[in-house]
């Protein structure tokens, strides 16, 4: 079989989202199973497990919602990957890694503007990497000879 163009940027962008994910995890594990590192994060997780809002039968506390919003941002990026992987054959055999790759160059820019919006930049570290990948590998899949 032949060395189809873009395909080792697409997989390398792939392994950066999984870096991202496994990192992101384990930041999320940390914030769940271990104490607070000093008494400033324990006052701050107290006093968000403390901020509740009725909801119905439920009760749900700020700190509750943050964790769900990060495990599913861990969960979703972990997702993306399996996607990605699963797909990457048949759109590679059928012409389709470049618009593959497209797709995830704009998730990956998504990824990126959130955190500028919120002044908050360590994601950046990874999805900027990977948006880079995939862009690359867009390019590459879409200057394939025969398209």
Known sequence: ??????IG???AGAITLFVFASIHSIAVFRANFLPPRDAREAALQTTMAEYTESLGR???SAWGAMQILNSGYSILLFFV?????ALLGAAAQTGRLARLAAINAGFC???CIAPIWFQFPPPIVFAAPAALLFALA???AAARPGR
Request: cysteine-free.
């Open 1 to 6: 079989m032949t060395k189809l163009p873009g």
């Open 9 to 11: 940027l697409f997989r």
């Open 58 to 60: 439920l009760t749900a």
């Open 81 to 85: 990957v399996a996607i990605d992987l």
């Open 109 to 111: 820019v998504a990824l």
């Open 138 to 140: 867009w390019r590459a």
